[in-house]
């Protein structure tokens, strides 16, 4: 079975709720992996979890993408290895160039944490292959920094890959103004890159496991990553 | 041996006065030393004598409380927050402190540095922070500086706890002229430790070195003790630079490494830097452990130059602890701070004397008996004199039956949820991280109180933030009764059990007798309340000299009410109406009393009358049949009345539900003005399914609590009979939009 690997830096804050799904409701074999480290130790699957890797008060992910671990996760990842960004880690994912586009500050200019709608839009993904296309799920953000941008080119290079996992929609599944809270470009909520094995997502689905915390929409994700990896 | 380059000034009276101590004090200080303090002594005294750091006026009054319960495991006062046995092999350690001063001129820094001390308090025990809550006030919405300082102390609370990773999972805002200018910004903290692992802020055996980690020490937040304890005036903005700095990312940093190194079992004592910092951890550990320190000041990793020993000892520089480690195992603890990047410094060692000695470039700066220094020791202890303010007698005996109400009461509901201090305050509570950490189950603004899941068992914890300061004005003794009470109420409407309480006791100038029969009053209300509750106090804040030119805020003793849900899949309660057909039953005592109302101060402008009526018995009565009808699964949604009457409670049920009711006031007696807007104590509206309802009803008239069916979850309107026809759409919209409105245009 797959191990699981979830990167701690120092400021990493959903390193333990990415450890804890993975673990306690997943029951899946998961490590902490130090940002100072230079070894992945044999992982199948990397985590880069949310929180504020390096403090972020310059833009967020900008520093973390310099530290030791990165540099492994960057060949792991450009070797085909699965990795999966979480809010920070979709930032960190971005700044490391391992998934196109950019992040700006929230439209508003404030943090948003609320529980959101998101569409899946593709069910060409390991992430997303156990999933059907325009399913809607019910998870939570946190973020201020999630106004994901990109040029036009770049953004139509995107929609003609099919690398647009997932967008921001209402509870009916449609794209509203209202529903892209945060002002990203086309409603993007998650991406992957041109291999297909990285995601960077700003939704939190391993805050969404379990019933007693208002939402189990988290959890066909992890299934359909679980699945995807005892196939291959 | 370096010379020092700064001359320091001549200690006298006056500039003794200067630093805020009296003739009286400083005389204390020149007998006690058997002579003339040094100029460092005297900055030393001056903060840990100002009224933040040795609650002079207040301590005689606090120790009045009750502080005494089975669940406590440490007394109030012993130690940097109280702790509540949870059960499972765990403890739970919870304090609420102000930051009101420095939030009112500098307020992002202000909320921010606020929320990272009370942090620090929880994790120096060796808990780890898993909530907080926080309770404002500000003066009137149409102010624009109000704005400006409800969005500065939004995002310095949300900046700060975000990038910690601390959910905040409850608290209030509440707006009034009285806090125009000086507003209060409290901060809650919530940590769980394992029983027998707590760390205590002692520094004991001799030889032990004395170690400084966390962030360096700079000239920041210089005096803050101080400022903290005078009034906000026109001249405070010159004192921005006494507010400090905060930085989230350190502390998180501090936090992890601190945790960590207690696990060593190397570390002795800890205690964190707050106000006064090291003057404040050096003498406060010492004097706990009844022997000495020796502390070389240059060894003090500093941010700047040429810093003197005064500057060193006084400066609030955020992020930082004071460690005592066992002799020969302080690199185990410095190589735990490096490994997070921060400093690990011995500056010293526990010494056979009873003093604190301060050495800069060879020179004995300062050097005082510790236990002189501290609160409980020689720190000074005052009566200070009380009077009955006069402005009771006419807000008592103002004549509400003189009023004329409007007619129209759908109109009057209206207008009520139009009000800021009934609004939803989404807008503020989605600009902080609610669900980091993966334990809330009951959120900010949809419940009555904040509840987390304790993971690895099946027990929750419930916390609520709550006081209603128009009442302490109105009543000092009830007001200070219905704080206590009302929280407790609040829990229990979530399904959980009080334990015990933290207080944050906001006030103005302690000098004015009135200031000081209102907190006497409203203290003793508090203890009363407390009793009856079984729910001691385990410690928390007072912060007196809240004013502003117009005189002092209202009388704000905020209460932190920590309750436990013993299963908390199961007996988790919201107040948002359900299921289709549940019947709606109002419980608990007649609605009578329309004295210091929302309704009196929206439609009349007025805050007038008594408070609202309470009896204490009843209310235990109350809340103890509630609870158990709670756990014993009858209970669909429950929500206590409060501000706005019964009128709102319904509302919000609505609201919070999606969901109408056709309901009828037949059989709740009274004035209907009275019935819809009264905020008389001891009221629970609560939905039950049909089939449950008999035994529901039985249940409560067996425990002496009256009940009044008022009707049934149905549509999408709320529909009183003989009131009007509220759309919940309708209502929501009102609802949602009052704070944004004010805030994001």
Not at chain 1, 138 to 145: A, D, F, K, Q, R
Request: hydrophobic content about 35%; aromatic content about 6%; some cysteine.
């Amino acid at each position: 079975m797959a191990t699981f690997g979830v990167i701690v830096f120092p400021g990493s804050n959903c390193d333990h709720d990415a450890y804890h799904a993975m673990k306690h409701v997943m029951n899946c074999d998961v490590k902490f992996l130090w940002h100072k480290d230079t070894d992945l130790a044999g992982i199948d699957f990397l985590i880069v979890p949310g929180g504020f890797s390096y403090g972020d008060y310059l833009r967020s992910g900008a520093i973390a993408r310099f530290s030791p671990i990165m540099q492994e996760v960057v060949k792991f990842a450009e070797k085909g290895g699965p990795v999966m960004g979480i809010c920070n880690g979709f930032q960190i994912l971005l700044e490391a160039h391992l998934i196109p586009g950019a992040m700006m500050h929230n439209q508003k200019l404030r943090h948003v944490c609320k529980d959101i709608y998101m569409r899946c839009e593709t069910t060409d993904s390991l992430y997303t292959s156990g999933l059907e296309k325009g399913q809607i799920f019910n998870i939570p953000v946190s973020h201020g920094e999630g106004n994901f941008f990109i040029s036009d080119d770049g953004l139509k290079s995107l929609q003609d890959n099919d690398q647009v996992l997932f967008r921001y929609c209402d509870a009916n599944g449609d794209l509203t103004e209202e529903s892209n809270f945060n002002g990203s470009i086309d409603s993007i909520a998650g991406i992957t890159n041109t291999g297909r094995n990285v995601l960077g997502m700003m939704p939190h689905p391993e805050r969404a496991m379990e019933k007693i915390l208002g939402s189990e929409d988290g959890k066909p994700i992890f299934e359909s990553i679980l699945n995807s990896l005892s196939v291959a | 041996m370096a010379q020092s380059t700064v001359q320091e000034p001549e200690v006298t009276l006056e500039l003794a006065l200067e630093h805020g101590l009296n003739e009286e004090e400083f005389e204390m200080i020149k007998t006690r030393l058997g002579r003339v303090p040094t100029f460092t002594e005297l900055g030393v005294y001056s903060v840990m004598w100002s009224e933040h750091c040795s609650y002079k006026n207040s301590i005689i009054e606090l120790k009045k409380l009750p502080r005494d319960g089975e669940h406590l495991l440490v007394e109030a006062g012993e130690e940097n927050a109280g702790l509540v046995d949870i059960g499972d092999g765990l403890g739970c350690a919870f304090k609420i402190e102000s930051h009101n001063h420095p939030s009112a001129v500098e307020p992002y820094q202000g909320a921010a540095t606020g929320v990272g001390g009370i942090h620090r308090d929880i994790f120096t025990m060796g808990a780890r922070p898993v909530a907080s809550l926080n309770s404002l006030r500000f003066g009137s919405m149409d102010n624009p500086r109000v704005r400006f300082l409800l969005d500065g102390v939004v995002r310095g609370i949300g900046d700060y706890g975000n990038s910690f990773g601390i959910p905040v999972i409850g608290g209030e805002v509440y707006f009034d002229e009285s806090y125009e200018g000086n507003p209060l910004v409290n901060a809650m903290s919530i940590g769980i430790v394992k029983a027998g692992e707590t760390a205590s802020a002692i520094a004991e055996g001799l030889g032990n070195p004395v170690i400084i980690v966390g962030a360096s020490t700079g000239r920041d937040g210089i005096h803050g003790a101080t400022f903290a304890s005078e009034e906000i005036s026109e001249a405070s903005e010159a004192k921005r630079p006494s507010v400090q700095v905060g930085d989230p990312f350190t502390e998180k940093l501090l936090l992890e490494a601190s945790l960590e190194a207690l696990q060593t079992g190397a570390v002795v004592g800890m205690q964190d830097m707050g106000a006064a910092g090291i003057a404040c951890s050096t003498s406060e550990m010492t004097a706990k452990g009844g022997q000495g320190m020796l502390i070389d000041l240059d060894k003090v990793p500093a941010r700047e130059d040429g810093m003197t020993a005064y500057e060193l000892l006084l400066s609030e520089s955020q992020e930082r602890m004071l460690i005592v480690s066992e002799k020969g195992r302080e690199q185990e603890i410095i190589d735990i701070y490096e490994k997070w990047d921060l400093h690990g410094v011995v500056i010293g060692e526990v010494v056979d004397t009873d003093r604190v000695t301060y050495m800069k470039e060879g020179e004995v700066k300062a050097d005082i008996p510790a236990e002189h220094l501290v609160l409980g020791g020689g720190a000074p202890q005052y009566v200070r004199e009380t009077k009955k303010p006069d402005y009771l007698e006419e807000t008592q005996n103002f004549d509400l039956g003189s009023l004329e109400h409007p007619a129209d009461h759908a109109e009057t509901i209206k207008k009520l949820l139009n009000s800021p201090n009934i609004a939803s305050k989404k807008w503020v509570f989605e600009q902080y991280d609610t669900s980091v950490r993966t334990n809330t189950v009951n959120y900010p603004g949809a419940s009555d109180s904040g509840v987390i899941r304790i993971k690895g068992t099946k027990r929750g914890l419930v916390a609520k933030t709550d006081c209603n300061g128009r009442y302490v004005y109105l009543n000092p003794r009830r007001g200070g009764q219905i704080a206590v009470i009302e929280s407790a109420r609040n829990v229990v409407c979530s399904g959980g059990r009080p334990l015990a309480i933290t207080n944050c006791l906001n006030f103005g100038n302690p000098y004015k007798p009135e200031v000081y029969w209102t907190f006497k009053e409203a203290l003793g209300g508090m203890g009363e309340a407390c009793l009856a509750l079984n729910t001691p106090v385990t410690g928390g804040n007072v912060s007196f000299y809240n004013e502003n030119p117009n005189g002092a805020i209202f009388p704000s003793p905020i209460i932190g009410m920590l309750g436990l849900i013993d299963d908390v899949e199961n007996h988790t309660t919201t107040p948002g109406f359900k299921n289709e057909g549940d019947v709606v039953i109002y419980i608990g005592a007649d609605r009578k009393g329309l004295g210091g109302t929302e309704f009196l101060k929206v439609i009349h402008g007025l805050t007038k009358g008594d408070a609202p009526e309470l009896d204490i018995e009843f209310e235990v009565k109350l809340q103890n049949s509630l609870l158990e009808a709670i756990q014993s699964g009858l209970i669909t949604a429950a929500h206590d009345i409060s501000d706005g009457g019964l009128a709102i409670t319904l509302a919000e049920m609505a609201i919070h539900g999606s969901k109408g009711a056709e309901l009828s006031l037949e059989e709740v007696s009274g004035d209907i003005h009275e019935v819809l807007f009264s905020e008389a104590q001891s009221g629970v509206v609560i939905t039950v399914e049909a089939d449950n309802l008999p035994e529901t009803l039985s249940r409560f008239q067996k425990a002496g609590v009256p009940t009044h069916v008022l009707g049934t979850v149905k549509g999408v309107v709320l529909n009183i009979d003989g009131i009007g026809e509220l759309a919940v759409s309708e209502m929501s919209g009102i609802y949602e939009k009052v704070i944004p409105n004010a805030m994001d245009n």
